[in-house]
T-cell receptor
Framework: ETGVTQTPRHLVMGMTNKKSLKCEQH?????MYWYKQSAKKPLELMFV???????ENNSVPSRFSPECPNSSHLFLHLHTLQPEDSALYLC????????????FGPGTRLTVT | DQQVKQNSPSLSVQEGRISILNCDYT??????FLWYKKYPAEGPTFLIS?????DKNEDGRFTVFLNKSAKHLSLHIVPSQPGDSAVYFC?????????????FGQGTRLTINP
């Protein structure tokens, strides 16, 4: 595997379910990010991790819980989501948190029913 | 309040001609600007960037222009090719709270017609 991978690519979940999104980067980078892209809206930054420490939480509701166990892996734990949380969730990585260029995964298309 | 705006949701250009995609921003703190390209079912891929201390950066068929006084940047693709058909996102960057924070525009869907 190369670059940034995300699993699953598609996810349908009910409002009472608990699920997790997984991201893995194979680039040796030290910073990772979660973005959300809702329909007809720009990408919105949710979380930033640098060397497994969270450095940014962009006012995201607590029903989204990130986890970064090491510099290659990033998770987004989901629980009691709302239908308006349906969106494309993109993971990205960069060499370090002050690098401008970010490398994106293909995203997970989440539908909350 | 959207800090980065791409006012054209779509653009159609004839193959071989120039494609010009535009982007406006409002925050003077942004010090670096990037263009990303996105194909369906793939994540955005980095295309070209420009520092706020420059007004032009060129890479092959792609050139980005920055007008700081107008808070405007544009991406020129010449000549346009069918493989350039994709959604293009403008992004602006500022270093806030220990990390480079990218703010994206809504995207412009470019279609190159043969």
């Amino acid at each position: 595997e190369t670059g940034v991978t995300q699993t699953p690519r598609h996810l349908v979940m009910g409002m009472t379910n608990k699920k997790s999104l997984k991201c893995e980067q194979h680039l040796g980078h030290n910073a990772m990010y979660w973005y959300k892209q809702s329909a007809k809206k720009p990408l919105e930054l949710m979380f930033v991790y640098s060397l497994e420490e969270r450095v940014e939480n962009n006012s995201v509701p607590s029903r989204f819980s990130p986890e970064c166990p090491n510099s290659s892996h990033l998770f987004l734990h989901l629980h009691t989501l709302q239908p308006e949380d349906s969106a494309l969730y993109l993971c990205a990585s960069s060499q370090d948190p002050w690098s401008y260029e970010q490398y994106f995964g293909p995203g997970t298309r989440l539908t909350v029913t | 309040d959207q800090q980065v705006k791409q006012n054209s949701p779509s653009l159609s250009v004839q193959e071989g001609r120039i494609s010009i995609l535009n982007c406006d921003y409002t925050n003077s703190m942004f010090d670096y600007f990037l263009w990303y390209k996105k194909y369906p079912a793939e994540g955005p891929t980095f295309l070209i960037s420009i520092s706020s201390i420059k007004d032009k950066n060129e890479d092959g068929r792609f050139t980005v222009f920055l007008n700081k006084s107008a808070k405007h940047l544009s991406l020129h693709i010449v000549p346009s090719q069918p493989g350039d058909s994709a959604v293009y996102f403008c992004a602006a960057s500022a270093f806030i709270q220990g990390a480079q924070k990218l703010v994206f525009g809504q995207g412009t869907r470019l279609t190159i017609n043969p």
